[in-house]
């Protein structure tokens, strides 16, 4: 009964309302929601069972209570007057739905108690149950009214008790749902705390204020890690692969129809050849069924057209769309965020509703005083709800992003690990590169704007119904000068896509120079190069800056257009209003709802422009991608890995080649080593070694029968880092793989000992050191077979005998591990088990070393080669390599020297067991003592520059001033100073136009009215005019100013950087140089449009910080996947931010809305004044 509610003294709700509407809304959600939750819950991994903590307890026994005031409300309808006037049947109905009987009692209450220890069996934090009690604490506050104010105090005590019991024991119950959290028995200090997070702190993103009480990033949330994401998009993409798979053999047995059926048309009798019967060609075709050969005759025309379908088979692949791939992964997170965004869009929409409601509230002289308060509160309420939704659209849409950029760069990463040489040639190291810095980064910020394709239309379908039933027609105007805005401003985005993408090359050229000069600054300073660079960077910097001087002209210009564009639209619609009827008055409420839905619309349509762009950028981006995830592969099925196996490695007829479409490296390979077997691969330049290791790796492609670099591989890490690789810490293992690798001697010269931060491409290490740590990280790893690319190359001759018996002879580390090593160090030839012999890509003698050198054959010509060449350069320092070499030598000349090749009596030297390995077991300075690395303090310098920058002084706004110009700043804050009076005057002269006597006086003629719109329009005008000043001589100012500032802290930056002395450089990693250039390029630029809007807060800084001074993202997530899960901070802090500063905002709506109604004599125009200020 509407006239009821509204019309009375008190809102009044009628009983059957009370027994229908809210008992089934709430009922119906409950069911509803559990028809999908309950199955989730099962369905879902389960996680260690929540604790027996006495919050948990107590949700159990309060559901439980409540049961039991159930119990007592279903005796007490049963003992109902009989007297008594006959309730609705609807009423009755209600009590069955309600509970208010024992099956609903079971169904419902006991349902709460079960599903409280349903969600702690199966380890989920409260998700379901806590929203169940905030939609009963909601819904009995109307019946909690009925009791109170109505009087039920007086006619059924009984009833209002158990009311009251039962509303007392919900709130209970909410509020232990919503505060207390139950942590898991396996909760691990450091862990994420939004996995332990209560409804409520999840809601208000509470749990992030335990990150400002520590000096470290806690850990990512299980399931944004990539170990959790990357599996996901994998199966997802493995199931596309195998249903196009599946698509393709169709179509190509249908393509294998048409062959055979236009073979049999080439090769038919009836088939004359009129025109080519001259022409009569041959040609062997594989049948594509059988592999057997035809020969056919046509001519050269039906030859190709056959060619073109037998060629179908080898040219086709597998295929998937990796749009397609995305959708299926992360459909449902992207539906999340949209319904989200759909709550959020509505909710927006009933804040001017409202302001409309309170402003004829104001104006209304014989109203109601409890409607003001309803609709103050209804403000509140509505701004929160619309708060909450928002940020956690944007939470769920900002994580679903980074979701799709791991699982991005992870598949891009593995592909690039497993292209064949033909597609390493299509996909070059700088589009990789490109890729997981760019293009993974274009993808996730697309998640932030996808929403706009749907709710851009629904948002001005909304905004033109609101206004036309608001100012009518006139409203076309303001809306037509918005919608024109958008091309203007789509084509200013145009230009600034072009213009950056010109910007590309020559800032591509400058990093790439930056970074040669930063990486050979010790070959700069010894031919003293320095100033001939820094020209060229200048040089290249000085087109960069005309390119960003345009760019910043058209960003003036759309600052300008999108600043002033809500003043001219609301000049543009309250001017159609006024002037196309004389008798138009325009009151508060036509006025400040207007201007109120043109500062909600103008958002969504300024970034059109920006979401196309970004989209379309977005889209390019996931193209290159999936075109590079479609790239020839190795065949992976080529190494056959078991564990069932009479060998270790064993290769039969193998046959090559680096190139798929070249001459072929490897013929013929056979090779058979056994488990723990050691061993050589020698031969000379080019011979195949490296290729052949290549090949038992599978990294090489297969024609019968398959790469990894040689080169040390050293992280921008600790050294202890390097080595442990990302597994963990075994500290007696630790020790001893360091003291056999001859590393303990090289940490105490180190400044941190293991704890030392090794610089990009191991700068502070020399050549040895860097072989003698991959070697460690390969020792530590544990692995069964290990394939060593000549390790002992770059170390002297007493460290690589040290390694030799400490590491990889059959008395060292990997004794009992299979063991293949390619080497030029042919005196450790006698101490292997087997010897391979290579030339020209074929393995030409296989066996030990007495036994190839008993027959006089390849391996000793090979020796004596290698033996007589280095004698004149051999400047061995250890007198046992000598004495091993002066013996080889010797007995390879008695061997050559005899034509039986017989043996000589020196055969016992080389024997493994003569005591060679057993002595001398350290090198030289190998006796001090063993530090202890394993519990020395972790200092690293990017901690450093992180707690630096999250202490912004004000000397770097001095600093920046100074660059931009004293005077020029001084003039941006003035004018932008100006343009905020003018905007603020503005509005309290529309307040005074809309409260104007003569135009609110209903005894006014048109000719006053015509005169005073007429007078108040022009002014209104005139505002609008000093704004547009303002603001264009602010923005193409700071524009010129701040490009201008740009270039000349690019020169400071650059006369810091080429100077810098080679013992900073050893202790700074190169990318953190190049890092700082590209992360800050575009910062200077951005300071005009972002200083107007907010000072940059505390809470980016951290952030920041990692952004710029981590690792660029190739070298990082090849580095090691794991590791690097502590470096990122979650999206989730600018969420809180601004769900708590929307707070702030809404309570000050609040207030301005209570204050207009406890103001007396207070007009609707300075209502409306207020609360449209608030509300911005």
């Given at each position: ?76 309808e049963a003992g109902f007057d009989k007297n008594e006037a006959p309730y609705p049947t609807a009423h ?263 302001l409309s409601l309170l402003i004829t509230y104001t104006q209304a002289t014989e109203d109601r005083e ?807």
């Amino acid at each position: 009964d509407l006239n009821l509610l509204l019309n009375s003294s008190w809102p009044q709700f009628t009983s059957c309302f009370q027994s229908s509407y809210l008992v089934f809304v709430p009922n119906g959600l409950l069911w509803c929601s559990m028809l999908f939750y309950i199955p989730w819950v099962l369905s879902r991994p389960p996680g260690p069972p929540l604790p027996h903590t006495p919050a948990n307890v107590a949700k159990t026994v309060l559901s439980l209570m409540l049961s039991l005031c159930t119990i007592v409300a279903v005796l007490t309808e049963a003992g109902f007057d009989k007297n008594e006037a006959p309730y609705p049947t609807a009423h009755y109905v209600a009590r069955f739905v309600e509970g208010r009987n024992l099956r609903e009692l079971l169904l419902r209450d006991l349902l709460a108690a079960g599903l409280t220890q349903l969600e702690r069996c199966r380890g989920v934090i409260n998700l379901c149950a806590v929203r169940l009690w905030l939609i009963l604490a909601v819904v009995d506050v109307i019946p909690l009214y009925h009791y109170i104010i109505l009087g039920m105090v007086v006619t059924d005590v009984g009833r209002l008790v158990i009311f009251f019991v039962s509303y007392t024991l919900i709130l209970a119950q909410l509020g232990l749902q919503a505060v207390c959290a139950d942590l898991p028995r396996n909760y691990v200090p450091g862990a994420c705390p939004e996995t332990t997070a209560t409804f409520l702190s999840r809601v208000t993103f509470s749990w992030m204020t335990s990150r400002w009480n520590r000096a470290t990033f806690w850990r990512l949330n299980p399931r944004d890690e990539s170990a959790t994401v990357v599996p996901r998009f994998e199966n997802a993409l493995e199931r596309s692969k195998a249903r196009n798979r599946g698509m393709l053999s169709c179509r190509n047995d249908h393509v294998m129809k048409e062959t055979r059926e236009e073979y049999v048309s080439f090769s038919s009798p009836n088939n004359n050849h009129n025109d080519d019967s001259n022409e009569d060609t041959t040609e062997s075709v594989p049948l594509l069924s059988s592999g057997n050969y035809v020969t056919y005759s046509g001519t050269e025309k039906k030859k190709r057209a056959l060619r073109k379908r037998r060629d179908v088979r080898t040219r086709d692949q597998p295929s998937f769309s990796l749009m397609h791939v995305m959708i299926r992964t992360y459909c449902g997170d992207v539906l999340l965020s949209y319904v989200c965004k759909l709550c959020s869009d509505v909710l927006q929409y009933l804040g001017p509703v409202l302001l409309s409601l309170l402003i004829t509230y104001t104006q209304a002289t014989e109203d109601r005083e409890w409607k003001g308060y309803v609709i103050a509160v209804g403000m509140l309420v509505v701004s929160w709800s619309q708060t909450v939704f928002y940020h956690q659209h944007y939470h769920v849409a900002m994580t679903t992003g980074m979701r799709m950029k791991t699982a991005l760069m992870a598949a891009i990463y593995k592909k690039a690990l497993r292209l064949s040489t033909e597609g390493q040639q299509a996909g070059t190291v700088g589009e990789v590169v490109n890729m997981m810095a760019v293009d993974c980064q274009r993808v996730q910020d697309m998640m932030s704007y996808t929403w706009m394709v749907w709710s851009i239309p629904l948002q001005v379908m909304l905004a033109v119904y609101l206004l036309w039933d608001t100012l009518g027609v006139s409203v076309l105007a303001g809306v037509g000068l918005l919608v024109l805005l958008v091309p203007v401003n789509g084509y200013l985005a145009f230009r600034q896509q072009k213009l950056q993408k010109a910007n590309l090359h020559w800032k591509d050229k400058r990093i790439k120079i930056m970074n040669e000069i930063i990486s050979g600054i010790k070959v700069l300073k010894l031919y003293a190069w320095e100033t001939s660079f820094q020209d060229k960077v200048l040089a290249i910097r000085k087109r960069e800056i005309g390119i960003l001087t345009k760019v910043a002209h058209l960003n003036a210009f759309s600052i300008f257009i999108w600043t002033c564009a809500p003043y001219l639209v609301t000049l543009a619609t309250f001017a159609t209003y006024v002037l196309s009827d004389p008798d138009a008055r325009l009151d508060a409420n036509k006025a400040f709802v207007t201007l109120s839905l043109f500062n909600i619309l103008q958002f969504p349509i300024a970034f059109v422009p920006e979401a196309i762009s970004f989209t379309a950028q977005a889209s390019v981006s996931i193209k290159r991608i999936d075109k590079f995830l479609k790239l020839a592969e190795l065949d992976q099925s080529v190494v056959s890995r078991t564990a069932v196996t009479d060998f270790a490695v064993l290769v039969e007829r193998g046959l090559f080649a680096w190139d798929v479409k070249g001459r072929s490296t490897l013929h013929g390979i056979n090779l058979e080593v056994s488990e723990g077997e050691l061993v050589a691969v020698v031969g000379g330049v080019g011979s195949g070694k490296s290729s052949l290791l290549a090949a038992i790796l599978g990294e090489i492609d297969c024609r019968q029968g398959k790469v990894v670099l040689k080169q040390a591989w050293i992280q921008n890490e600790t050294l202890r880092n390097n080595i442990l690789f990302g597994k963990e810490l075994d500290s007696k293992r630790y020790r001893k793989v360091l003291g056999a690798c001859a590393l303990t001697p090289d940490l105490a010269i180190l400044p941190g000992e293991d704890q030392t931060e090794i610089g990009e491409k191991g700068i502070n290490l020399s050549g040895g050191q860097k072989q003698r740590v991959s070697l460690a990280r390969a020792v530590y790893a544990d692995a069964d077979i290990y394939l060593l690319d000549d390790p002992l190359s770059a170390v002297d001759s007493h460290v690589g005998k040290h390694i030799f018996r400490k590491v990889i002879s059959d008395k060292g580390m990997l004794k009992r591990k299979t063991r293949i090593l390619v080497t030029h160090a042919v005196h450790w030839l006698p101490l292997v088990d087997t010897v391979v012999l290579m030339q020209d890509g074929r393995i030409v003698e296989v066996g030990s070393y007495m036994q190839l050198m008993r027959r006089n054959g390849a391996l000793a010509q090979y020796l004596h080669n290698v033996l007589s060449t280095s004698e004149d350069t051999d400047n061995e320092d250890d007198p046992e390599v000598l004495e091993l070499k002066r013996r080889i030598m010797e007995h390879v000349e008695s061997v050559t020297s005899t034509s039986e090749g017989g043996t000589s009596g020196d055969e016992i030297v080389f024997r493994k067991d003569n005591g060679f390995l057993a002595s001398h077991d350290s090198p030289p300075g190998s006796s001090l003592a063993t530090p202890d690395v394993c519990n020395a303090p972790t200092a690293s310098p990017l901690a450093a520059h992180l707690t630096m920058e999250e202490q912004v002084k004000l000397n770097v706004f001095g600093s920046y001033a100074r660059h931009v110009g004293f005077l020029a700043s001084a003039a941006i804050l003035f004018l932008f100073a100006g343009y905020q009076v003018s905007s603020i005057y503005a509005s309290f002269w529309l307040t005074d136009w809309t409260g104007d006597a003569t135009l609110t006086a209903s005894n006014s003629t048109t000719a006053e009215v015509r005169e005073r719109n007429g007078f108040y329009l022009t002014y209104y005008g005139i505002l609008g005019a000093m704004q547009a000043v303002f603001i264009s001589l602010y923005a193409f100012l700071a524009a010129v100013r701040m490009t201008k500032a740009a270039a000349n802290m690019h020169a400071s930056m650059l006369d810091r950087v080429v100077p810098i002395t080679n013992e900073l450089l050893r202790h700074n990693a190169v990318r953190s140089y190049c890092q700082q250039v590209r992360a800050r390029r575009g910062d200077d630029r951005q300071h005009p449009a972002s200083d107007r809007l907010h000072v940059r807060h505390g809470v980016s800084s951290p952030s920041s910080a990692l952004s710029s001074l981590s690792p660029s993202p190739t070298p990082l997530f090849m580095s090691i996947i794991p590791s690097s899960c502590h470096r990122v901070l979650c999206s989730a802090a600018n969420r809180w931010l601004g769900v708590w500063i929307e707070v702030v905002s809404s309570l000050v709506v609040f207030a301005a809305t209570i204050f207009a109604l406890v103001t007396p004599d207070i007009t609707g125009s300075q209502t409306g004044l207020s609360v449209t200020y608030a509300l911005q």
